[in-house]
């Protein structure tokens, strides 16, 4: 409080807030504050005194007086008052409110108090407003120099979710104080997902074409957070749904799309549902050049067959090059072979006439030939180390024989044979086989009509 006299002689601070009519001295004037933890009185300024009152407590509420004695006349006294205002408080203990969409007047009923504690002669007022700034209906009770308290009770609407409503407090003839609480903690309110589905950014761009790679955004309101789902209405993307808010616009939904976004949520064991459908037309991106969706499925099946016919080509090319024509070339000279280990080593390389590509072998006395039933089958096996002179492959030839007919001498006769359907029959001058009983064999595919192998104009 400031005070200023007259040029007065002597000045007294006297406070009443604790002693009522009696009053207790602060300060005089040549003497110093009976309270230097409560009080201050600043007369350094001339003709001036200030009274500080320090941590105001609701105890220090009522009156203070500024005496001035004169040096002649009566003393004169200036009183204020001191008003002393409670922190407002706001409590929120409804916890979860329904609104009702459809019938507002059935909503939920939200129930706040909010309350102060005052001393003075200034009597304070509170009043409730929601998170618009909309005066509430309210009641108080309590009164001047005491606590206070207001009641409001309103039906809820779904903008108060996630909000807070304000209890403002005012004070008779104070016009600039300021003072209020909030009430905590903010509303939570149940409601169904509402119909204002917006698209992002097909509401904020006004245009209904979009590139590859850009994306469409569903969003909707309501509490519980709702769930999204993208149904597919036309188009030529092979998605049929897609979940949760965003739609990625792909290259196969090129050309023109309808969608439908439903926004759903659960409230007591019942579904809300909301749904929007939009139009919008895809692009290729720049540089990607002209395409149309049939022309992408065209393409991708055109691939697909394609590489289908070309691995079935690379299959018939190796298994002609690798296995078939070899298999063939050795086919010729494999007939009644009994595989296994029952090959004979070859014993002695024949030269002169036979050439250099053919080789021998003994009969195998153990084995029959699965023709006649009889024993003495024998078992040719190729040369390695020895090369076709005509085609360069690694040889080795190899021949059967019917050793049915084998003399004393383990000769074998001359009897017609049969090679890949063809008879043949041995010449006079080679009927007669090395000693040992060993037969011959030649590549039957160097065989010509005649029976003479072309390579080295020998007859077989």
């Known amino acids: ?105 059935q909503s939920d009923k939200a129930q706040l108090v909010c309350s102060i504690d005052f001393r003075g002669v200034n009597s304070a007022s509170l009043s409730w407003y929601d998170n618009t700034g909309t005066l509430l209906p309210s009641s108080s009770s309590g ?7 207001v009641n409001t009770t309103f039906p809820v609407r779904t903008s108060y979710h996630g909000e807070a409503c304000e209890c403002r407090v005012t004070v008779q003839n104070i016009q600039d104080f300021q003072e209020s609480c909030y009430s905590s903690p903010k509303f939570e309110i149940v409601y169904p997902v509402l119909q204002n589905i917006k698209m992002q950014p097909f509401d904020d761009a006004g245009v209904s074409e979009y590139m590859v790679g850009e994306h469409m955004n569903c969003t909707g309101e309501g509490n519980p957070m709702p769930t999204y789902q993208w149904e597919k209405i036309s188009g030529q993307s092979t998605e049929l749904t897609v979940n949760g808010q965003t739609l990625m616009l792909k290259s ?77 070339r050795d086919a010729n000279v494999e007939k009644g072979k009994d595989i296994g280990n029952d090959f004979t080593a ?9 050439g250099p590509d053919y080789i021998y072998s003994q009969p195998d006395k153990s084995k029959k ?8 089958y024998i ?26 007919a084998v003399d004393d001498n383990d000769n074998p006769p001359a009897v017609p044979f049969k090679e890949n359907g063809h008879d ?26 005649q029976g003479v192998n072309p390579g080295s104009d020998t007859a077989v």
């Open 1 to 105: 409080f400031n005070c200023k006299d007259q040029g007065y002689t002597y000045v007294v601070w006297v406070e009443y807030a604790s002693q009522g009519d009696t009053g207790i001295t602060v300060w005089h004037t040549g003497g110093q504050v009976s309270n230097p933890a409560k009080y201050e009185v600043d007369s350094t300024s001339a003709n001036k005194y200030k009274l500080t009152i320090k941590n105001v407590q609701m105890t220090d509420a009522g009156k203070y007086e500024c005496r001035t004695i004169p040096s002649a006349g009566p003393p004169k006294d200036y009183a204020a008052q001191l008003t002393v205002i409670g922190t407002p408080s706001c409590p929120n203990s409804n916890g979860q409110l329904m609104a009702d969409i459809e019938n507002p007047s």
């Open 143 to 149: 009164g001047a120099n005491s606590l206070l308290e």
């Open 252 to 328: 196969d939904m090129i050309g023109e799309n309808t969608y439908r976004c439903y926004v759903e949520n659960m409230i007591k064991g019942m579904k809300h549902e909301a749904r929007r459908e939009i139009s919008f037309t895809v692009r290729a991106p720049p540089g990607a050049g002209p395409s149309t969706t049939g022309a992408n499925t065209g393409a991708i099946v055109g691939g697909v067959i394609g590489g289908l016919i070309g691995l079935a080509i690379i299959i018939v090319i190796v298994y002609f090059l690798i296995i078939k024509r070899p298999r063939d």
């Open 346 to 354: 070859p014993q002695t390389e024949v030269e002169g006439q036979v």
């Open 369 to 376: 030939n699965p023709e006649t039933d009889q024993g003495d």
């Open 379 to 404: 078992y040719s096996q190729p040369d390695k180390t020895k090369k076709n002179p005509k085609d360069e492959y690694n040889g080795g030839f190899r021949e059967n024989y019917d050793m049915d």
């Open 424 to 449: 043949d029959r041995r010449p006079p001058q080679y009927q007669n086989a090395p000693p040992g009983g060993f037969s011959y064999g030649v590549n039957v595919n160097d065989v010509n009509q």
